[in-house]
């Protein structure tokens, strides 16, 4: 069945400065790539989210982008602000129908002030 | 904006006690699942349900689940006989049709077996 591996699991950055998670899935006939954001005790707020016919989507500090062929996707964070700390998700799903959301392990990101 | 909500937001039950589960998803969507995330790892997926049935679950969804939409709003998922390790965080999540992408997530119940 589809994996989604996730990397890395904690990263620490300063106020301001970029941070990058990536993922790489199995399932070559995935197509839908969103991205999770999930504060403590609260559920998944999806940020950002690409399908497989688009190569980056941007909004505003975030952007995603996917290699199709290299079978991974990642989130860049510019400008990152303590509001931004929590634990981001990736997941990869079949897109339409019924099809589950397969989610990595999750990242823990820190900003410091 | 409408949103999936879910009841009660905590569940406390003793091991080998039945516990359901409650979710509103929003009104004119179609699918529906269940998702659970024990306590710092990944959410993973139980179960999906359209037009009255289950669509696909997983290894962990056995015999002692069970999924029910039992009038026009509700979504419902029932634990026979707890065990220690289905504490978790469960999350029920919607979407629209057959077209669209997103899925929406409930804020989560969390569910205590003791």
């Known amino acids: 069945g589809e994996n989604v591996e996730q990397h890395p699991s904690t990263l620490s950055v300063q106020e301001g400065d970029s941070a990058v998670i990536k993922c790489t899935y199995s399932d070559s006939a995935s197509n839908y790539f969103p991205w999770y954001k999930q504060e403590l005790g609260k559920r998944p707020q999806l940020i950002i989210d690409?399908?497989?016919n688009v190569g980056e989507k941007k909004d505003q500090r975030i952007a995603v982008t996917l290699n199709k062929t290299a079978k991974h996707f990642s989130l860049h964070i510019t400008e990152t602000q303590p509001e931004d700390s929590a634990v981001y998700f990736c997941?990869?799903?079949w897109g339409t129908g019924f099809q589950k959301l397969v989610f990595g392990t999750g990242t823990r990101l820190l900003v410091s002030p | 904006e409408p949103e999936v909500t879910q009841t009660p937001s905590h569940q406390v039950t003793q091991m080998g006690q039945e516990v359901i589960l409650r979710c509103v998803p929003i009104s004119n969507h179609l699918y529906f699942y269940w998702y659970r995330q024990i306590l710092g790892q990944k959410v993973e997926f139980l179960v999906s349900f359209y037009n009255n049935e289950i669509s696909e679950k997983s290894e962990i969804f056995d015999d002692q689940f069970s999924v029910e939409r039992p009038d026009g709003s509700n979504f419902t998922l029932k634990i026979r006989s707890t065990k220690l390790e289905d504490s978790a965080m469960y999350f029920c999540?919607?979407?629209?049709?057959?077209?669209?992408?997103?899925?929406?997530f409930g804020p989560g119940t969390r569910l205590t077996v003791t």
């Open positions: 999540a919607s979407k629209r049709r057959d077209s669209s992408y997103e899925q929406y």
């Open positions: 690409i399908r497989s």
């Open positions: 997941a990869a799903s």
